[in-house]
């Protein structure tokens, strides 16, 4: 299972592909919108231009105010 995590410049990452010992996380359950605006795997780089990525900091906000780390979101850690 991989996670995502903002680093300490704001930006997205991936987890290793972890096995044993899974962190705490939060799971962003969202409606999807057209595929040309959803952020998948390929996009988590320096390109941020989709209309998802609305979805994705809207999640890591959350998680952090819960005091989480890390965070799931199905268009990006399948």
Known sequence: MRL???DENGEFNLTDDLIDNLPPYA??????GEDH?????????PRKTKAGYK???FCAEQATH???KHFWVDTCCI
């Open 66 to 68: 819960d005091g989480l």
């Open 55 to 57: 979805k994705l900091r």
């Open 27 to 32: 799971i962003l359950s969202h409606t999807w």
């Open 37 to 45: 605006d959803e952020v998948n795997f390929k996009d988590l780089c």
């Open 4 to 6: 995502l995590q903002v």
